[in-house]
């Protein structure tokens, strides 16, 4: 599963809240959702977990795109 990056610089722009500042906010290091982000890993359960925690509004297929 591959993060939507359009869509998650759209929340993170909306919350007013830095990339490295979610990363801690969901529990990982920023290079790992950094990673994420780029497409260089898929995401993992605890990311995953994190956003929904994060953005309650939001669904997996919102956050995630298909490859």
């Known amino acids: 599963m591959k993060?939507?990056?359009g869509r998650?610089?759209?929340l993170m722009?909306?919350?007013g809240i830095?990339?490295?500042a979610l990363a801690r906010t969901i529990g990982v290091r920023p290079g790992t959702l950094s990673n994420a982000l780029s497409g260089r890993r898929?995401?993992?359960r605890?990311?995953?977990a994190g956003l929904l925690h994060q953005?309650?509004?939001?669904s997996v297929a919102s956050l995630t795109e298909r490859r």
């Open 46 to 48: 605890a990311i995953l």
């Open 13 to 15: 722009r909306e919350q």
């Open 42 to 44: 898929g995401v993992g």
């Open 55 to 58: 953005f309650p509004n939001e």
């Open 8 to 10: 998650m610089n759209t």
């Open 18 to 20: 830095s990339q490295n």
């Open 3 to 5: 993060l939507s990056k």
